[in-house]
């Protein structure tokens, strides 16, 4: 059956993909969500900390927009922040009257404290299951909306289409063909590649799919060298990599080693609330430093009606693991959690193909720089969400200005190997070791050569059949070390062993794209 030309594609099911279908929806048009797995499973369900908006009564959107700027180290698009807090209040409205339960005290919506933020501002529900909450709201304004939706199909590849927007080709997952849709608008709410790291907070699915999908199809892909790292994962050997939030150090919990010091004074003046690449590379020094795979998070100062009513899901986490978080300190260490860059989008999350769009975490709109304030990514992707369903209920020409460099890489083609699966823990360990927290030139290079060359393998040699999850991870993983290698500086989440500092000729973002699409400078 014909698809109506406006009725717009949105793949992924996280906060930006259920919001861009929400919003299409009440502005008269028939979106259809295509999400990998079932509706609820995204990495927005497993957010912890919040979601940010300058609501309080001593806050204000420039003090909101002020922080991000100064978090993101000098690379920000001003532009894009501006945005972000100015719009941030509507967006919470927005979400109050679908029916998310924000926690309140005393009768006003609470608001809890987060690294680099001045003021405090995050928006917390249950606790510590803001995502939760949030994904299930959405959910079930979604199902309520009548709105189509595709569950476990997954994009594959998108193909020259018309002015409307690309070809989509999609499959059932696992082992289904490939089906072909008419041209149309599409909009990537892919999420992030945290899983393309040995070790990391994301879901086993976050690896960069849309991205390399993206890429391939001739879209400027940008920022890829900045991948945050979350300073405060529980550490156990066996035990999953479970978040410990942010907000806990809001609420004063202290990073101390095994001697009980604290590490963090004298390391920045705001100690455990300095930025979030701060407190990851001085952990990981720590360390370094010490006999153990890990540091401690302590909590015990913070009263423990509160710490429990506070943060349920994290105390029952370590109560599993025998941990009471008001008596016994927390082992932690830093972990891969959000990909800053990803998908070159204009403000409206128009990237380079036109009626091709990107929301959420698989968008690089700038707005991060090159170090996201914790609690800014559930924001952008209702922000910039809301940009995009308004363009594509009316949309106009227009798509990213080019990055102050834009390198063309050779079209992946390859020899089309069979994939192992097992190749996806060869690229997560490389990752993990050479393109982590501090990156050294020559491991920059040996990484770049063996995804490159696993790329060339399991690429496929011919249009059919479209590229699989290791073809998709060798690659994005390729992009990773790419831009790592090509950015000769340190700022924010890229640290390079031989240049430890800021350049100025760096305060410009990184894009790459594929030699076919032709049309870019370097
Ligand atoms: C956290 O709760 O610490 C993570 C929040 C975020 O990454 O924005």
């Known amino acids: 059956m014909k698809e109506p030309k406006r009725h717009p594609l949105v793949v992924g099911s996280g906060i930006a993909g259920l919001y861009v279908a929400l919003r299409c929806r009440e502005m008269g048009l028939r979106p259809t969500i295509v999400t990998q797995g079932r509706l609820e499973e995204s990495n927005t369900r497993y957010a912890q900390g919040g979601i940010a908006a300058a609501i309080g009564p001593d806050d204000a959107p420039a003090r909101h927009y002020a922080d991000t700027v100064r978090a993101g180290d000098g690379l920000v698009n001003r532009a894009a922040a501006r945005l972000l807090a100015d719009d941030a209040p509507a967006r919470i409205a927005a979400l109050v009257r679908y029916g998310v339960p924000f926690d309140t005290a005393e009768g006003h919506i609470a608001l809890g404290r987060e ?14 299951a803001t995502g939760l909450s949030i994904e299930e709201t959405l959910k079930r304004r979604v ?14 590849a998108l193909r020259p289409g018309s002015p409307d927007g690309p070809v989509a080709v999609v499959a059932r997952s696992p082992g289904g063909h490939p089906v072909t849709h008419e041209p149309r608008p599409i909009v990537l709410a892919t999420g992030g590649a945290g ?3 040995r070790q990391s907070t994301n879901r086993p699915f976050a690896m960069g799919e849309g991205i390399a999908i993206a890429f391939r199809a001739g879209a400027i892909v940008a920022d890829m060298e900045f991948v945050q790292f979350h300073p405060t994962a529980f550490y156990r050997e066996g035990a999953p990599r479970f978040l410990i939030t942010e907000a806990i150090r809001g609420e004063g919990a202290r990073l101390v080693n095994e001697a009980g010091e604290r590490f963090m004074v004298g390391t920045h003046p705001d100690a455990e609330l300095a930025p979030r690449d701060v407190v990851a590379r001085a952990v990981d020094r720590e ?20 710490l429990f009513a506070r943060f349920p899901s994290i105390c029952r986490f370590l109560l599993l693991y025998g941990l009471d978080p008001s008596r016994d300190r927390i082992p932690i260490a830093p972990v891969a959690h959000y990909m800053i860059g990803g998908i070159a989008t204009d403000l409206d999350g128009r990237t380079s193909i036109p009626g091709l769009y990107a929301a959420g975490e698989v968008a690089a709109t700038g707005v991060h720089g090159a170090n996201r304030l914790g609690s800014n990514s559930l924001l952008e992707g209702l922000v910039f969400g809301e940009k995009v369903a308004v363009q594509l209920r009316n ?7 080019p990055p102050g460099r834009t390198v063309e890489l050779p079209t992946p083609t390859g020899s089309g190997s069979p994939e ?4 996806i823990e060869v690229i997560q360990s490389r990752l993990w070791d050479d393109v982590g927290i ?4 020559d491991g920059l290079r040996a990484a770049l050569a063996a995804f490159e060359t696993l790329d060339r393998e ?6 059919e059949p479209p590229p699989g999850a290791v073809a998709n991870a060798a690659l994005t993983a390729t992009l990773i070390a790419r831009s790592a290698l090509e950015r000769t500086e340190s700022r924010g989440a890229h640290f390079r062993t031989d240049w430890p500092r800021r350049r100025k000729i760096w305060e410009r973002h990184v894009g790459l794209r594929s030699r076919k699409a032709g049309r870019g400078r370097r």
């Open 115 to 128: 690294a680099a933020h001045s003021r405090a501002r995050i928006l917390h529900a249950g606790g510590d």
């Open 143 to 156: 199902l309520e909306g009548g709105i189509d939706i595709e569950e476990r199909t997954s994009l594959r």
């Open 195 to 197: 899983n393309l790291y």
């Open 287 to 306: 360390i370094a430093r010490s006999d153990r795979p890990h540091v401690y998070l302590d909590a015990t100062r913070i009263p423990r009606d509160r």
């Open 395 to 401: 949309p106009r020409a227009g798509g990213p200005s």
């Open 420 to 423: 192992d699966p097992a190749t």
């Open 438 to 441: 501090v990156r050294a030139p």
């Open 458 to 463: 399991v690429e496929p040699a011919t249009s």
